[in-house]
């Protein structure tokens, strides 16, 4: 059955690499997957490259079909942090294309992803960015908590910590009031953090995957990921860096290649030190309910046959 999604993003070469699967995946007689619209919001970069970077992933996979919905250019409450030192200043540097010609669809995000919602059943939404756009979303129209079968987000930490602070991941420090308002909002919810994330590293091996597919998109992911893995490889002394946004994506096609518990997630909005820290209670030492499928495993090696597999039908 053809699952229909929304993807809401900070094009980052790993966002870049989630879409691109997604793109992969909505090919074939039967395609697994059919992209509703990507929304982009602010993160890794300011909004205008994270909206430029999805127009630009939409015409490498020949999909100007698919509309671009600009969003949230701060988070709600605090000043937008960014993070140019890991993906450059353009969100997608180690890609090599033209600018992108085609113009966004709206500038309002939020509405696109309610309007879609509340007129289309059954649409999976998958975030890959800071949550402000969903959090917007749900402030405009609480229905959809009702219509969305699942969301499927990369962002928090538990036993793996943070990564911009001690004691918080990106997307959820960026925005942890809007990361709030998703957790405690009842929607089904499914979690990627760096627990998980950090099992699937794009080593040299298998960025040549890509290179050696000889195809545009596969240059272009080889190209985002070895500018892309330099920073992990020099702060962690990893093989290479966590390819975070793609595990979203690959959940939706294989489900089966991650494992996790049902537990609850809390965020953490006031505290100096901890600040946008995700609260996981693995051992369920609370009386708080679950709210997400918190995932901690991933079989990274089929991960990436599933990746290399969706790539290469870009052709
Ligand atoms: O912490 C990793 C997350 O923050 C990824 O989604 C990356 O693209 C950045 O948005
Ligand atoms: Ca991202």
């Known amino acids: 059955m053809t699952r229909k999604i929304i993807i809401d993003t900070d094009p980052g070469q790993d966002d870049a690499v989630a879409i691109l699967l997604a793109f992969g995946a909505a090919r074939g007689e039967q395609p697994e997957l059919e992209i509703l619209g990507l929304t982009s919001v602010a993160g890794n ?59 966004v669809a709206g500038e309002n995000a939020a509405q696109f992803i309610v309007d879609t919602v509340m007129n289309t059943d059954d649409v999976t939404l998958c975030t890959l960015g800071p949550l402000t756009n969903i959090a917007k979303a749900l402030e405009l ?109 690959a959940y939706l096609l294989e489900p089966e290649l991650f494992s996790g518990r049902e537990v609850n997630v809390s965020v953490e909005t006031e505290s100096r030190l901890c600040m946008g820290a995700t609260v996981v209670d693995w051992w369920r030492a609370t009386r708080r309910e679950p709210n997400c499928v918190v995932m901690s495993e991933v079989d990274a090696d089929g991960f990436y046959t599933l990746l290399v597999d969706r790539i290469r039908r870009l052709g």
Do not use: W
């Open 141 to 249: 129209e609480p229905a959809i908590v009702g219509r969305i079968p699942e969301l499927v987000l990369m962002g928090g930490g538990h036993f793996a910590g943070g990564n911009i602070t001690p004691m918080a991941e990106f997307n959820v420090f960026v925005d942890p009031q809007a990361a709030a308002a998703v957790f405690e909002s009842g929607l089904k919810l499914v979690m990627m953090p760096l627990d998980v994330t950090h099992k699937a590293i794009s080593t040299p091996p298998r960025i040549d995957a890509f290179r050696q597919l000889g195809t545009a998109p596969g240059a272009a992911v080889a190209g985002m990921l070895d500018f892309y893995h330099r920073y992990d490889i020099e702060r962690y002394g990893a093989e290479g860096g966590p390819l975070h946004d793609p595990c979203v994506v």
């Open 45 to 103: 970069v300011p909004i205008d490259f994270t909206t430029r970077n999805c127009l630009m992933l939409c015409e490498l996979a020949d999909r100007t079909d698919v509309p671009v919905h600009q969003g949230a250019e701060a988070p709600l409450q605090r000043k937008l942090v960014t993070a140019e030192h890991v993906h450059g200043p353009t969100g997608i540097d180690g890609i090599d294309r033209p600018e992108p010609t085609t113009k």
